[in-house]
DNA sequence: GCCGTTTTCGGCCCGACTGTTTTCAGTCG
């Protein structure tokens, strides 16, 4: 059984001895061991083997038997009989705004709810409003809940995040009364997805900045309005918790409202060892003497710390990192020179040679890769042999005139076909700059084919880099079933590189795989899928994966400039 | 259930907001 298959388990063990009524530090701690199981990069069989998953902060003696089960047997002999004693239904309550343990106990208790459909039923009927502890407005928050849980989903995409934030923050930053205004929570750690969105502010007036914003177009619903926390539904069903605080305690905000919460625990918890405590509103030692900061890396140094990038923040080892004074230089937009996987009109895209050219010098970049799509790709107008000649054509007619300040690259995303070859020979492959092999077809082979596939694409020696490797679609499509480190280790002994896809639909590779290649000295390509001018902004996008994955420009193809580019895109070596 | 630089027992982050109470429990982040 897989590592996050595994994590989810003991979640839903922790939430199921929660609605049980059990001890909350003993269920507490089933969420830390699943948290503490994420934050392992690859397959955890060899941890289990030998033991050494018990070194993991939040794994015990107890834990351990059961992840060891899982993983080798695919059971858990406690999971199954507590699912017998507590419906497995109960937890998708959870996910219902206002809906907690105690409270879905209690529902069960008294009118024997098991699921969602139950509580619908007693909801509408008007039984819960009567039951002791709840409400007529409890009752009708729980309907109110449900009904936007069926048509919404959970999360969003960031650029959808990002889109709905920005006009609130602006509003935010513009008015008279705030000092300073930020973007926390997920979204600014750049998470892939985005539950719901933080805002801070700092101001003297709380209560006039939280009824001005709330009074805002974008505003369908008011869920809180307090003296210092607004939270507020959007359209597209988002929501948005806006907070003011003081600007002196701005900096503790912005680093707690920022988490992760797995991130903050581990924060509190240093400051306790240093006989401070640390809260949202400040840094205070136990006689009461505060230590002012005034930003987040002041804080950090309070605590010992180099100052760690709010996209590291997931107690994932930057603690190690940042104590250690060893923290990445993390890799940043602006050390972008070009990239390289971008479609013009010639197949899918909205946009020509030029155009796209002439953007991405408007960005401030060297060259531009050119990757439209091959033959087979016919949904996507794929290029035949006679096509791509004419682009090759156009390429060098355009770079002629570009001079040295400005080059095209030609490119191709090749599709994989199904057996791990590629969708032009050879002599046709040779021709181009570079090669970015991808799979838009039969994505239902099993683990092993998949997995051998794209092996096979990342052994041909003119494959420069795979492209969106796992096939995944935010929200909407998981990817292929693919041994992913194997594939990865085989790019390693190769030469080949790997794409982040940096499009917000896709981000793939992942954080974990990225951090992974970088773990294999697999060299990463920052690439937009670019379908328009637009599209090449979302390398953005792909820069908050390989930040989270504590990737420096080192790490990067597309930080080199134009007079090393050529030779980094064609050096691969002889296969072994 | 986990953990230990005063601990192998007794703690485990903590404050805001809501709805239901009549002083507070539950949820959330």
Redesign the pocket.
Known sequence: MRTEQIADILDDMGSLLEIKGE?P??C???H??ADSLRGVVGDISALVADGSL?E?????????AKIAQLATSGHCT?FEALRREVPPGLLDL?R?????????K?LRESLGISGVADLKKAAEKGAI?GI????????A?ILEGLEFLDKAGTRMLQSTALRLAEPILAAASEHPDVLRASIC?SLRRRAETI??L?ILVSTDHPRRVLDDLADRSEVVS??????????VRLSEGA?C?I?AVTDEQFPFALSY?T?S?AH??AM??RA?ALGL?L???GLVADDGTPTPCRDEAEIYKALGLEFVPPEMREDSGEFALAEAGKMPELIELKDLRGTFHCHTDYSDGANTLEQMAQAAMDRGWEYLGIADHSRSAAYAGGLSVEKLHKQWDEIDKLNASFGSKFRLFKGIECDILADGSMDYPDEILRRFDYVVASIHSSFGQDRAAQTARLIRAAENPYVTMLGHPTGRLLLARPGYDVDLEAVIHACARTGTMIEINASPYRLDLDTDGTRFARHCDVMISINPDAHSIAGLDDVYYGVGVARRAGLEPKDVLNVSGSKDILNLIKRKPPTL
Not at 99 to 104: D, F, L, P, S
Not at 132 to 139: V, Y
Request: charged fraction near 30%; avoid cysteine.
């Open positions: 001890n530090f003993k507490r701690a089933y830390n061991a018990t993991l902060p939040g794994i015990g003696a107890s834990t351990f406690e959870l219902i705004p206002g809906m907690g343990a105690k409270r879905i209690l409003a002791k502890g709840f409400g007529a407005k409890t009752q928050k929570g539950g719901d933080d008011i869920l809180a309005h307090g003296d210092t926390k607004l939270s929501q918790d907070r409202f988490g919460k903050n625990i509190r918890k306790i405590k809260s949202e509103y």
